[in-house]
Antibody, heavy 116, light 110 residues
């Protein structure tokens, strides 16, 4: 059974950059379909981005042009590069596997705080 | 993409049934049979409870059921138990490999 572990969160100043990682374990082949979801303090979940493998990635309007997904298959790890960070990007970021257009296996999340 | 609309909170006593609604539009909930529901205990990873409007993943209790009518989906929890107390989030596929969530509903078991 696949397990996902996010890392890379922390405190960053507005305008800064951060790269989150989502490492998969427990499977011989890394899942191709992965999504990022975030939850700002006191708010609901918000879909952020999705990749179906290869060069196909999709983003919410709120992060389009600032966030980019990449993958290192040799490390079974997916990355979310976050640039031009804003206070409203402050949230716990989760990665999750995608199947049947639903989010099956989730990581525990990593906290990103954008503040001066 | 506007968020789906859920009640902020619902409550029920042990053994009772509750329903959480999730209102969307003809562009998301009403256009696809692809609403999913997630149970989220604070500090833990969210857990998939329902997918494709009505399907339960393996291991999810039969007390949880999903339905959809037009642009509104619903999650029913029957035989409420203390451990059901959590936040519940609905999510709909919105086309072009994008998704939209609801604002979340806090379930309190009295």
């Amino acid at each position: 059974e696949v397990q996902l572990v996010e890392s890379g969160g922390g405190l960053i100043q507005p305008g800064g950059s951060l790269r989150l990682s989502c490492a998969a374990s427990g499977v011989t082949v890394s899942p191709n379909y992965i999504t990022w979801v975030r939850q700002a303090p006191g708010k609901g979940l918000e879909w952020v981005s999705f990749t179906s493998g290869g060069d196909k990635s999709f983003y919410a309007e709120s992060v389009k042009g600032r966030f980019t997904i990449s993958r290192d298959t040799s490390k079974s790890t997916l990355y979310l590069q976050m640039n031009s960070l804003r206070a409203e990007d402050t949230a716990v970021y989760y990665c999750a596997t995608v199947s049947s257009n639903a989010f099956y296996t989730w990581g525990q999340g990593t906290m990103v705080t954008v503040s001066s | 993409q506007s968020a789906l609309t859920q009640p902020a909170s619902v409550s029920g006593s042990p053994g009772q049934s509750i329903i959480i609604s999730c209102a969307g539009t003809s562009a998301d909930v009403g256009n696809y049979n692809l609403v999913s529901w997630y149970q989220h205990h604070p500090g833990e990873a969210p857990k998939l409870m329902i997918y494709e409007d009505t399907n339960r993943p393996s291991g999810v209790s039969h007390r949880f059921s999903g339905s959809r009518s037009g642009n509104t989906a619903s999650l029913t929890i029957s035989g409420l138990q203390a451990e059901d107390e959590a936040n519940y989030h609905c999510c709909s596929y919105a086309g072009s490999s994008t998704w939209v969530f609801g604002g979340g509903t806090k379930l309190t078991v009295l």
